[in-house]
């Protein structure tokens, strides 16, 4: 079962390096947005799969729910300034 | 028996996580590439989240992991909606066949 998770794990890691050709090339600010989402949720994931390959799962779990509370604080943050302040500005 | 299930749900995981990875790279618009980052990334990472959750059996880090699970299927669609309605309050316009704005007005 470690192999299926070593499997998994190189796989996001992958699809998360593909991710970045959007957070870079993105034409819209949006773009790079939910890019660096996907980005975020990846990460999550991946914490959570290393955890179970080196065996401390507890603290790789309590890593990951703090992640995926910065990721969402910050997505929601970056939404609510560009509303006020509109695409141009960034 | 249980192993094979959880096996079952992260390969069903990874899979929508690909899904949204090639939403996210290859189609033409913002509007579409939040349908595809929002609604495939969410349920891909349910799926992982509940594959190791079932396979870790039932003890503290499994409920832990059903509760980022939670969080998750709530905070991401919020996420992806609150950079939607900036984008929409911004006045990005949708992308048809014939160009960008085309006479189709956004409902602001």
Same mark, same amino acid.
Do not use: C
């Given at each position: 079962m470690s192999s299926l998770f070593l499997g998994l794990a190189i796989f996001i890691a992958a699809l998360t390096v593909a991710s970045i050709y959007r957070v870079?090339?993105?034409p819209t600010v949006f773009d790079r947005a939910i890019g660096a989402g996907l980005i975020g949720t990846n990460v999550l994931l991946l914490?959570?799969?290393?955890? @179970?390959?080196?065996?401390?799962?507890?603290? @790789?779990?309590?890593?990951?729910?703090?992640?995926?509370?910065?990721?969402f604080v910050g997505t929601v943050a970056l939404a609510k300034?560009?509303?006020r302040r509109?695409?141009?500005?960034? | 028996m249980i192993q094979v299930a959880a096996a079952v749900l992260l390969v069903a995981g990874? @899979?929508?996580?690909l899904v949204s990875s090639v939403g996210l790279l290859r189609l033409p618009d913002f509007y579409s590439r939040s349908?595809?980052?929002?609604?495939?990334?969410?349920?891909g990472s349910m799926l992982l989240l509940g594959g190791l959750a079932l396979y870790n059996g039932l003890e503290l880090n499994s409920i832990k992991l059903l509760f980022i699970l939670l969080f998750?299927?709530?905070?991401?669609?919020t996420a992806t909606h609150a950079i939607s309605r900036a984008a929409v309050r911004s006045g990005l316009q949708i992308w048809t066949?014939?160009?960008?704005?085309?006479g189709r007005d956004l409902a602001t």
């Amino acid at each position: 079962m470690s192999s299926l998770f070593l499997g998994l794990a190189i796989f996001i890691a992958a699809l998360t390096v593909a991710s970045i050709y959007r957070v870079v090339v993105g034409p819209t600010v949006f773009d790079r947005a939910i890019g660096a989402g996907l980005i975020g949720t990846n990460v999550l994931l991946l914490l959570v799969l290393v955890g @179970f390959l080196y065996g401390r799962i507890d603290m @790789f779990i309590d890593l990951a729910i703090a992640y995926a509370m910065l990721n969402f604080v910050g997505t929601v943050a970056l939404a609510k300034y560009l509303e006020r302040r509109g695409e141009r500005s960034l | 028996m249980i192993q094979v299930a959880a096996a079952v749900l992260l390969v069903a995981g990874a @899979f929508f996580m690909l899904v949204s990875s090639v939403g996210l790279l290859r189609l033409p618009d913002f509007y579409s590439r939040s349908h595809a980052v929002g609604k495939s990334e969410t349920l891909g990472s349910m799926l992982l989240l509940g594959g190791l959750a079932l396979y870790n059996g039932l003890e503290l880090n499994s409920i832990k992991l059903l509760f980022i699970l939670l969080f998750v299927a709530i905070a991401n669609p919020t996420a992806t909606h609150a950079i939607s309605r900036a984008a929409v309050r911004s006045g990005l316009q949708i992308w048809t066949r014939r160009g960008r704005g085309n006479g189709r007005d956004l409902a602001t």
